[in-house]
């Protein structure tokens, strides 16, 4: 089993902070760009790939959605989508990406947020999403960019005056594990090539739709201007073909 | 007139250097990428945005195409395309790729070598090249990689050793122009996003049917294993939709 630094006391309160975990999907600063991805959800069936606290289910449930499962390893994570994005057409249940069983043409959509970058068979992941897929079936995910994955340290390189000098990127064709800190605690994560991110969904049976770097609204750039310097996060809506 | 570095001689001469120059194709590193994307050209109409030396051109004449154009801004390059890559189906052809008129539906196949990040306006140039395909047309090229055309000075931080520390990168959400120098010379690139790169060919009405970053073949990482270490090229096949 993967370690979960999820239900890691000092983690998980580290990412209560979070304005992600306070605010719900407007604390979320990819929402801006990920919502216009999302397709009509009325009537349809959902699966969330690491739901975390259960934002992206409950708005599914919003928009009508008529069967919701949000599927996450950390049990505190659950616990917490129980608790405050409970609503009667979605199940929290708790467990491994790799170990679900994906039946097949089981959900219209799937959508995963910030969490395929812990995995390490990507490609195997996007077989598994393909089949449990309906034919016209979308899947819409964010993925730390691979410019992010292999950031030396994920880390700014910074001047004799604190500041960020740049983005240092190493080992970019070396995908797999890098050890991160993040809240506090040594994290690891998957670093997966760009290639590997699109490649393996068109080789799984997906169309692109479409590809989108996330980056600060307009609004949010004097408040993070560092966020312009390198990206972040990788949108990606794929449907099956 | 955008300014061309092509045709300055000391930078004509050191290009005429490269292993790209002198052996051709098997000369360029990343063929063994863009090889396999091609379709076949048997009896197609090929048209090479950027010929150059007109190596591919004279490739598609050797595949049975039945007409190829290519076309450069460098009249010291197309001079050399029609000494060393003449063939009766090709016509070389001095002009900017911004001003050549892309008749309606008049090409089944569009191929462009490490010319795109030249182009300010690439999503002008998309539509263009979208025009002038044929329903089915497929749209090949090698552009620069954003992290390559996003990094400091387009070269590695150094350490005090002098050798490569890390590729820095910076400003990458400010796509347009970069200066850099590149044999010699200073050479005005355009940096685009990934968004920009991809998106502008969705946009533009293509289906992506492969996106691959270059990278070394295994027989040539111990020659070159700092290649591993950033991507530099960004290879793709878009087909009309």
Sequence with gaps: MRH??????????????????QEGLSGAGEWW????????????????????YGWHCKYAADQGAKEVLGLDLSEKM????????????????VGALEQY??????????VSNLTLHYIADLEGIYRQIRRTLTPDGVFIFNIEHPVFTAGVGQD?????????????????????????????SEVI???HTLTQILMGLLDAGFALEAVVEARPSEEMVPLMPDELRRPMMFLVRARVK
Tied chains: 1, 2.
Aim: include cysteine; charged fraction near 25%.
């Design 4 to 21: 979960n630094h999820y239900d890691e006391q000092t983690f998980f309160d580290q990412y209560a902070q979070m304005s992600r975990s």
């Design 33 to 52: 760009q990920l919502k216009p991805l999302l397709p009509s959800l009325e009537g349809k069936r959902v699966l969330d790939l690491g739901c975390g």
């Design 78 to 93: 659950i616990a917490e989508a129980r608790r405050r994005n409970a609503h009667p057409v979605i199940t929290y249940q």
């Design 101 to 110: 069983d994906y039946p097949e043409g089981r959900w219209d959509c799937v």
């Design 156 to 184: 700014w390189a910074y001047g004799e005056d604190g500041k960020p000098l740049y983005w240092p990127v190493d080992d970019y064709f070396l995908p797999g594990e890098r050890k991160t800190h993040f809240l506090g």
């Design 189 to 191: 994560k998957q670093h």
